[in-house]
């Protein structure tokens, strides 16, 4: 990789579909937004993107995320105390002159916050529910339903989900958590690349372990 700079690197700005729409969101480097996505209120990492007809809210979302179509991030929540569970209770506003978003259910929904890692893989069709914090390197299976945390490095499925196994040996996991490589600059990311696609992760780790690369 002995590319002049200028060469190797593209245009960092995020890119954002047409018919995509977003809402007080805060986007990072290279972030891609696919066609007909929702988002509210969500920070996105560098590197991360959504595919199609996505949705997120209330999020905060790490670097190297992969977020595929159909899915939903912070699945809306409704007042089932309530004497209706309608949003007629909540955004009033929709149906009536006069009357306002109910502030206070807002910031209800707010406080529970979703809270996802770096290298994160949502797959297709996957809803994860209020509140719940996904570990760094996690995988989260097609269709599951995420109702509680997810441990980083682990896959789960199902609905709900569970665990299923560990991508890594927790040696191997601590390694990569101590690299931190989605902290590093795009330039060491480039050169790194090759190997990423032809070493075992020991050997990876072993080789870019080193400071001085």
């Not at 560098?46 to 899915?71: L, Q, V």
């Amino acid at each position: 990789m002995d590319r002049p700079e200028n060469l190797v690197l593209k245009d960092p700005e995020p890119r954002i579909h047409p018919t995509a729409e977003l809402k007080a969101c805060k986007l990072g480097r290279y972030v891609s937004i696919g066609e007909r996505v929702i988002l509210r209120e969500v920070t996105v990492g560098d590197f991360s993107y959504f595919e199609r007809h996505s949705e997120a809210i209330y999020t905060t979302i790490g670097k190297f995320c992969s977020i595929a179509a159909n899915s939903r991030i912070n699945a809306l929540e409704h007042p089932i105390e309530r004497l209706t569970q309608h949003k007629i209770s909540y955004r009033p506003n929709e149906y009536f002159r006069w009357l306002g978003v109910d502030a206070a259910f807002r910031a209800r929904r707010q406080a529970k916050s979703v809270s996802i890692g770096h290298d994160v893989w949502i797959g297709h069709g996957a809803v994860i529910m209020p509140g719940v914090a996904i570990g760094n390197g996690a995988v989260i299976g097609a269709n599951a339903v995420v109702t509680h945390d997810v441990a980083p490095y682990t896959i789960v499925a199902g609905v709900p989900a569970k665990p299923l196994r560990q991508r890594f040996e927790p040696e191997i996991a601590a390694r990569i958590e101590n690299l931190a490589w989605w902290g590093w600059p795009p330039e060491k990311l480039a050169r790194a690349v090759p190997d990423m696609q032809a070493m075992p992760i020991e050997a990876f780790l072993d080789r870019w372990e080193d400071s001085t690369l």
